[in-house]
């Protein structure tokens, strides 16, 4: 199964992943969308059904350590751009941040640099 502070994660629409970290005692604490704020609940509502898969351990805390960030930051707001569950997941390892946001974002400003190189001209026809 999984360790006491292990990062976990689903896959939820178009590839886009829901982590949270792994409890001792087998509920998963994360930054919740659908709640609004960082939550505790089962495996199985962590999840809904989806297959669960190991990020592991980003860092040298201990997993209690890890756990112990992580119940301090229940009912903290949640937000996609500040304060997701990336953010919350990888902050309760020692280092805030969402490399999926960041890479979604970098996408976002290559295709409008095109657009604005291009002027417009790639999608015309």
């Known amino acids: 199964m999984y360790k006491q502070g292990e990062i976990i994660s ?3 629409h178009m ?3 829901h982590d949270g970290i ?3 005692k087998g509920t998963v604490i994360s930054g919740s969308k659908r709640v609004g704020y960082v939550v505790e609940e089962s495996i199985e509502e962590f999840s809904g059904g989806r297959k669960i898969r190991s990020k592991g351990f980003p860092s040298d805390l201990s997993g209690a350590q890890i756990e112990r960030n992580a119940r301090a930051r229940i009912g903290k707001s949640y937000n996609l ?3 997701n569950c990336q953010h919350f997941a990888t902050e309760c390892h020692g280092s805030k941040q969402s490399k999926q ?3 979604t974002l970098w996408s976002i400003a290559g295709i ?4 604005i190189l291009t002027k417009g001209r ?3 026809v």
């Not at 409008?112 to 657009?115: E, F, H, R, T």
């Open 122 to 124: 790639i999608w015309r």
């Open 112 to 115: 409008a640099l095109i657009g």
């Open 81 to 83: 751009f500040g304060y």
């Open 15 to 17: 590839g886009v992943e």
């Open 101 to 103: 946001l960041r890479s």
């Open 22 to 24: 792994y409890t001792a």
């Open 10 to 12: 689903v896959n939820w």
